[in-house]
């Protein structure tokens, strides 16, 4: 018999620099926080987005809850989440996830979803059962809800935003050119009008935008913006990462350097809190932004 060499396989995805680095998740709270969501059957982007942070928000008791099941009904080019036909609802959801949160005895809970275009609600008939069970909690946790593209519903996203939240998060992602390679299902406008709507209505409103999917720094000024004429409060600024090699390329690891330029320069134009750095996501240091 001949010994073959063993040849290792290389990753088609580019290497990351060192500021991308992150340790292991590890400790007894991630270990507690794992046990609940297990135990209760529940999702988090944090898991199905292969979030970066999972390791320290969950190492300091938090998480961001996904309701609605995990697969989504877009096929946006940078998202992990599946995509496909979801399965029913689960009614007793909302239930799982306040029990789940008064656990955790977290102060300021995030819930966010998956996209679910094939119900005539959008599913907000969920969401709000779901924001009502956990504002009936004691001690009340103040709530970030961030919400998904609801094609111009305006009773759905009525319904989805009045059971009490705080802050009403809407992602726009990417900047106006890229829209139809990352984002094919939605609408720049539309995303735009939405946040508009949800400030008109009397919530904080906040975005996030990833960097790193080819957009230029005049694109990245343009949608700040952008946001600003729409109502938008809060801005989160990340790095985009490739989940995939079948997911949208990574055109640029963006330098720290870079990303305090655009806080600096968002907080100059209005924004009231601008979280900007390779790390930062959505719901990242959330509590924050409640005031």
Known sequence: MIDLPIIEKKSNLPRKPDWLKVRLP???????VRSLVDNYKLHTICQSGNCPNMGECWG?????FMILGNVCTRSCSFCAVATGRPISLDLDEPQRVAEAIFLMQVKHAVITS???DELPDKGAAIWHETVKLVKQLEPTPTIETLIPDVKADWAALETMISAGQ?????NMETVHRLYRKVRPQAKYER???QIQRIKDFGKRTKSGVMLGLGETEAEVLEIMHDLLLNGCDVLTLGQYLQPTKMHHEVMEFVK?????????KGLEMGFKYVESGPMVRSSYHAEKHVF
């Open 256 to 264: 720290p350097e870079q990303f305090q330029f655009y806080k600096e």
């Open 166 to 170: 705080e802050v009403v998060s809407h």
């Open 26 to 32: 590890t400790g007894e709270n991630y270990k507690k």
């Open 191 to 193: 995303s735009l009008e």
């Open 114 to 116: 998956v996209n679910r």
């Open 60 to 64: 300091e008791g938090t998480a961001t």
